[in-house]
């Protein structure tokens, strides 16, 4: 484990005491937790952008997508159980 140093605000440093005392943490385990959840965030977004740019060139060398409301229809089908019948992509404005 290796020590980094951080220059915070008075006021901000107050504001994290205050918060970590709220949630029964440290000051340091709530700055590590805040750092590791904002790590994890940008590590989500950065896989959610992968995977959009990956469909969007997909799409682009295809032309094909499910439109959206056939989409939507499949997932709340899903989403309340039922066996619903997944989509099939088709040439895009058709």
Do not use: C
Request: proline share 3%; charged share 30%; net charge positive.
């Amino acid at each position: 484990m290796s020590t980094t140093t951080i220059r915070i605000e008075d006021d901000l440093k107050a504001r994290v005491a205050a918060s970590a005392a709220r949630s029964g943490k440290t000051p340091h385990a709530f700055i590590v937790d805040a750092i590791a959840q904002t790590v994890a965030q940008a590590e989500l977004d950065d896989e959610l952008h992968r995977i959009a740019e990956e469909r969007w060139a997909e799409l682009m060398t295809t032309g094909k997508t499910v439109p959206w409301e056939e989409a939507k229809a499949y997932l709340k089908a899903k989403a309340a159980g039922g066996n619903a019948r997944r989509p099939a992509a088709r040439k895009f404005g058709r």
